[in-house]
């Protein structure tokens, strides 16, 4: 409940369908990217190369500038998470958006982008809080 995953099997977008997935929530079926496809063209994506590198994702937001990414990964051994990339457009931003990878244990240079729909429940484990939180990504 707390993530978006894409199924994108065919394809190396998973950073644009999760972007996608932000700007136009599915009532149904989020995890297809048929919800998204005829979205696909808002995003201006010219020379960017997918899986999108976390070093380009400053070229993504200068290219699209109503959209400001936050990207976070997280460690499966003690499932603590830290910050990869933190936007310093978050105040100038019409859309902020908050993304997990999620590496591909058989090709390291290889990850998913996987879209956080609500970061307080992702986090809900460090606390024994029932209720919603805020969680700042600078300091989780």
Not at 26 to 41: E, G, I, K, L, V
Not at 101 to 118: A, F, G, L, P, S
Request: with cysteine; hydrophobic share 35%.
């Amino acid at each position: 409940m707390a993530v978006v995953i894409i199924h994108n099997s065919d394809d190396d977008y998973c950073f644009v369908w999760s972007i996608l997935a932000h700007l136009h929530p599915a009532r149904d079926h989020s995890y297809h990217t048929q919800n998204y496809t005829r979205y696909a063209n808002e995003l201006n994506v010219d020379g960017l190369t997918f899986p999108l590198p976390i070093r380009d994702i400053h070229r993504f937001e200068r290219q699209n500038p109503d959209i400001a990414i936050h990207c976070m990964a997280v460690d499966s051994k003690d499932n603590s998470f830290s910050i990869l990339y933190l936007s310093p457009h978050v105040h100038k931003r019409l859309h902020i958006i908050t993304l997990l990878i999620m590496d591909n244990e058989r090709d390291t240079q290889k990850h998913h982008y996987v879209y956080v729909k609500h970061l307080s429940r992702l986090m809900a484990h460090r606390s024994k809080h029932k209720c919603r939180s805020h969680v700042c990504l600078s300091c989780l």
